[in-house]
């Protein structure tokens, strides 16, 4: 299954040598080894690993059989394994990397995360500062450059505090394989690694420093399974299923690291593959959502969550109407079911997006064949457990709600008003919501209710707006639109 002799490439001016194992047309698996260690390390595992996957075990610069340079440092291994994927024409691979290896293989998924597909790293801690301890240069030849093994060296005992921050810039589902007690590693430092890294989660095979060399067997089981995970982190065997214990907002963005997409910054994301590398917010929701909300790997629960997910990470628009066509296609039962719930825990969170009160207002509650149906779901069913005392996510939902409730019909919101009044916390935003009934272009009041439960709402008298209202509201007028000269006359009063 190896091809025993080596291969080489020249990447960056650099050559590269590696060793090949497993079929071609199988999903490629990059190894980085150890400082000091060529791709021969890997020998007790490579072919077991190799069995469904293309393995490639790479020669760092200035080890084994690859060229010895006058510069050495992680960045620019980093930059070499890069160029080794271009080179192979691999858009995204599996990076497995021991010790510095691993540092290697995470600066490189920090770097370009949209090119990881999953990430396993062995025996590491966090870039953290350490005490240095000078190397000693054993006798006689080496596998590799000793310049290498000191450039490298400086670096892990004062890391860049770059790398550290970039941790959180990892998208690749990632498994840590810790050495427990007897090895040289700090094992806190392990685990410390693990907490920074978003998606990662950690195992122990307590052998020490060199676990695949160590427990082969176990190693390769471990890996071997991790590595089977479908991208975007749902197992074989349940494609219907999204897991209970990840936030909405996690499985979408896994999901869009499984789509090559990746956010890089404030509204910024890269494909990797647009003109200049990079997308808004806005492009990734016209891009992806219809098709994430359409993915048959999942049942509709599981389509809904991740389509609420890309609302809480991108906070567009264009996808809550991507969610509304979904539903209004779905013959499932359980998607209405799915729909609230994704509405009613955004409105109950301590921030809310506004893409989300948005479409409540606009896809739900203008649209008259949708308002009330709408409207009790997300607070009418409610309403007698809206009183003083309420909890707080309870009240942020009946707040949030009301404000955007102008076009609901009266006879269905009324009773909520009614309640609502009864509770002075909500008293500002009843008072915004008989406003918005006024003056939105689908509002919905009947004057006289409305005027009476203005009267009894404990808010400032010279809030604005207020007097202007209650004068419409006397007169008798219902829709600003249906008289627009009266409010401006009451606002001259």
């Not at 006397?474 to 006359?489: M, V």
Request: hydrophobic letters at 40%; aromatic letters at 6%; one cysteine or more.
């Amino acid at each position: 299954m190896t091809e025993h002799h080596t291969l080489t490439l020249t990447v960056n001016g650099v050559r590269l040598a590696y060793r090949a194992a497993g079929p071609q047309e199988g999903d490629p698996l990059v190894l980085l080894p150890a400082l000091g260690e060529s791709a021969d390390d890997w020998a007790l595992v490579r072919d077991a690993l190799a069995r469904e996957r293309r393995v490639y075990a790479l020669d760092l610069r200035g080890h084994g059989r690859s060229a010895r340079t006058a510069e050495y440092s992680l960045e620019l291994m980093r930059d070499d394994v890069l160029g080794f994927l271009d080179a192979l024409g691999l858009d995204r691979a599996d990076l497995v990397g021991h010790s510095a290896g691993a540092v290697v293989a995470h600066l490189v998924a920090q770097a370009a995360p949209h090119r990881v597909v999953r990430l396993v790293l062995e025996d590491v801690p966090a870039p953290l500062p350490r005490e240095p301890v000078a190397p000693v240069r054993p006798d006689g030849d080496l596998d590799v450059d000793w310049d290498a093994v000191l450039a490298v060296r400086r670096q892990l005992d004062r890391p860049d505090p770059a790398w550290l921050e970039g941790l959180g810039r990892i998208t690749a589902p990632t498994l840590v394989v810790a050495g427990g007690p007897t090895s040289h590693v700090p094992q806190d430092g392990v685990a410390e690694l693990v907490r920074r890294i978003p998606d990662a989660r950690m195992t122990t095979i307590p052998v020490g420093h060199l676990v695949h060399a160590a427990a082969p067997e176990e190693f390769v089981r471990e890996v071997a399974a991790f590595l089977e995970g479908v991208p975007g982190g749902l197992p074989h065997g349940a494609p219907d299923s999204a897991p209970d214990d990840v936030p909405d907002s996690e499985l979408a963005r896994r999901w869009l690291a499984a789509e090559g997409v990746t956010r890089t910054g404030e509204d910024e994301w890269t494909d990797g593959g647009s003109e200049d590398g990079r997308l808004t917010s806005n492009e990734v929701a016209h891009a992806f959502a219809g098709a994430a909300l359409r993915d048959e790997s999942l049942d509709v629960e599981g389509r809904l969550r991740l389509g609420f997910g890309l609302v809480d990470l991108l906070n567009e628009y264009w996808v809550t109407s991507e969610i509304r066509s979904a539903v209004q296609d779905a013959e499932d039962p359980r998607a209405p079911r799915a729909l609230w719930d994704g509405y009613r825990s955004r409105l109950e969170a301590p921030e809310v997006s506004e893409a989300l009160t948005y479409s409540l207002w606009v896809d739900w509650f203008e649209d008259r064949d949708t308002a009330e149906t709408a409207f009790a779901e997300v607070l009418g069913k409610d309403v007698g457990r809206l009183r003083p005392g309420a909890p707080e996510p309870l009240l942020r939902r009946a707040r949030r709600v009301l404000e955007c409730s102008g076009p609901v019909p009266w006879q269905a919101k009324a009773p909520v008003y009614r309640s609502a009044a009864l509770v002075p916390a909500l008293h500002d935003a009843l008072f915004r919501a008989v406003l918005s009934g006024y003056h939105d272009v689908y509002g919905d009041l009947d004057p006289g209710q409305a005027l009476g439960l203005l009267g009894g709402l404990e808010i400032p008298a010279d809030t604005e707006h207020l007097a202007a209202l209650r004068r419409v509201l006397t007169d008798g007028h219902s829709h600003h639109y249906a008289s627009p000269q009266a409010w401006d006359a009451a606002l001259d009063r």
